[in-house]
């Protein structure tokens, strides 16, 4: 019995040769008599970037990916700490409220700045304005209709409460001011989500209207929270890293990225040489294809049955981390009109994915009832993207594609004589 092994996007000779020797190891000790045939296409129909990628901004390709992190801009500050401020808009509260450790030497019967701050920010809870600059901006943004629940959020955070109490004096009020502007902003953003179309402008003007409406009377230099975070902003957050690594990413992501884009484009070739090689043997044969190899066998063969043609041979389709389901649902795959199901012809479908692999779909769902179709879960126990390549090592795959294959001598269901 032959074995066709096709490759996913992104490999290229040398990582293919060793993931064939690989897998042959591996299948011998299921399918012993099994002849693995290498399908390799990463050099004929892959991308190959010449002469550098003029596309990418010139300031962003020289850096290479062992020079040290350069010193951020203020743009790059900026965009780094709202990032944090978006996925937690309490963080710089709860640094504030951390810091302030638990002194407390207020005056009795005198209402302290921070009490002040925290009295203001629960009635403006309570009422959203209805008229004003405010509530233009917060219409022209989308997202007044989180203005209620975001501010009663705030208000009743214990790290709001703290960072309140501790504000002894003007200069800590004006800190927690700030604070509390910039979380009510990104709460609201956050919480409305794509919902929200806002440029840098016009969030700096909504956090400099709550600080008004707080006490402050502009917007406030960054303090001791906003030190902290800014630096472990840069150091964590994905923007600020893209932006300086943007030259190297995607240079290195242009085979993988490319190859797919390049398919979807010109996919004929492709399936045309997975047809040659094919078609070059004799006997029950298995395609076992990766990713996007998956991708142009599953086109491959719809096509082929389509034209109540179907290759000669095949007993079993294995696809590994495939996207060919996904593309289906959106109408994006090439060999089936949006909608369709499998055509008669097509073989027996074993569909192996990763639930931890980002690129990995289930098949059985989108061809429900078709008993030719199956699904099998399997796992790396590593987080994506080495999962994605991680299913050569795994016992359980081949073990898997064992037992699929039909009693030998006797065609799958479906399956082309």
């Not at 490759?7 to 399918?31: E, I, N, P, W």
């Amino acid at each position: 019995m032959r074995v066709l092994l096709v490759h996913g996007t992104g490999v290229r000779q040398k990582r293919f040769d060793a993931t064939f020797d690989l897998v042959a190891r591996s299948l011998r000790g299921h399918l012993p008599d099994a002849d693995l045939v290498p399908c390799y296409w990463g050099g004929d129909f892959g991308v190959t970037v010449t002469g550098g990628l003029k596309s990418v901004p010139a300031d962003q390709v020289t850096r290479g990916v062992l020079d040290d992190v350069p010193v951020a801009g203020p743009l790059e500050q900026e965009v780094a700490l709202w990032s944090l401020l978006l996925a937690d808009p309490l963080c710089e509260l709860r640094v504030l409220a951390a810091a302030s450790g638990s002194e407390d030497y207020g005056m009795p019967g005198v209402r302290s700045p921070g009490e002040a701050v925290a009295r203001r920010l629960t009635d403006l809870a309570a009422h959203r304005p209805e008229t004003g600059e405010l509530r233009a901006l917060l219409d022209s943004l989308g997202i007044a209709g989180h203005y209620g629940p975001v501010l009663r959020r705030i208000a009743g955070a214990t790290e709001f409460a703290e960072a309140c109490a501790h504000a002894r004096d003007p200069v800590d009020a004006r800190e927690v001011v700030a604070a509390v502007a910039r979380a009510v902003t990104a709460g609201l953003l956050s919480a409305a989500k794509e919902e929200a179309v806002c440029t840098g402008a016009e969030r700096d003007r909504l956090a400099d209207l709550f600080s008004g409406l707080l006490g402050g009377t502009a917007r406030a230099p960054g303090g001791r929270a906003t030190a902290v975070l800014g630096t472990l902003a840069l150091r964590i957050l994905t923007q600020p890293a893209l932006n300086h690594w943007r030259g190297p990413i995607t240079g290195g992501s242009a085979p993988a990225l490319g190859d797919i884009l390049r398919y979807q484009a010109r996919g004929g070739p492709l399936r045309d040489h997975l047809e040659g090689v094919l078609r070059s043997g004799t006997g029950p044969t298995v395609l076992i294809g990766h990713s996007l190899g998956g991708i142009a066998l599953v086109d491959l063969l719809a096509m082929a049955a389509a034209r109540q043609a179907p290759l000669p041979g095949v007993r079993l389709l294995v696809t590994v981390g495939s996207q060919a389901p996904f593309l289906h649902e959106c109408g994006a795959l090439t060999g089936l009109r949006p909608g369709a199901g499998l055509p008669p012809g097509f073989p027996d479908w074993l569909n192996i994915y990763d639930r931890q692999d980002l690129l990995a779909f289930r098949a059985q769902p989108v061809f429900p009832g078709d008993k030719r179709v199956t699904d099998h879960e399997v796992t790396s126990r590593q987080p994506f993207p080495l999962s994605h390549g991680a299913y050569w090592k795994l016992e359980a795959l081949y073990q898997r594609i064992a037992e699929a294959l039909p009693a030998s001598g006797r065609p799958g269901p479906g399956a082309a004589e």
